[in-house]
């Protein structure tokens, strides 16, 4: 079944922990002590976005990591993206 897009409205309800809506997809940027420390993010991501076949465009840096997550079958922000920033704050990494 092709995912549904949301509203602007239901995707505002839904934005928590740092999450926001940034040109049609969810981003959140996380920092790191160090270079080492972002990879570790990085790779531990790549594992949830295999499991879950959804993968988020990364923006890797130094010492952050900026995460966008947005449904292209779906042409905007859709359940399958909150599910994974869910899966991405469980990492613990702020």
């Not at 920092?31 to 465009?57: E, G, K, M, S």
């Not at 994974?84 to 469980?90: M, R």
Request: proline letters at 3%; charged letters at 20%.
């Amino acid at each position: 079944m092709k995912p549904v897009a949301l509203t602007d409205a239901e995707v505002d309800a839904r934005l928590t922990g740092g999450w926001q809506r940034v040109d049609g997809a969810l981003q959140k940027s996380f920092r790191f002590p160090d270079y080492h420390h972002t990879l570790a993010f990085v790779n531990a991501v790549a594992w949830i976005a295999h499991r879950a076949d959804h993968h988020p465009d990364l923006s890797v840096h130094y010492n952050r990591c900026v995460v966008r997550y947005s449904t292209h079958d779906a042409g905007g922000i859709s359940e399958r993206d909150f599910t994974a920033t869910a899966a991405v704050d469980a990492l613990g990494a702020t």
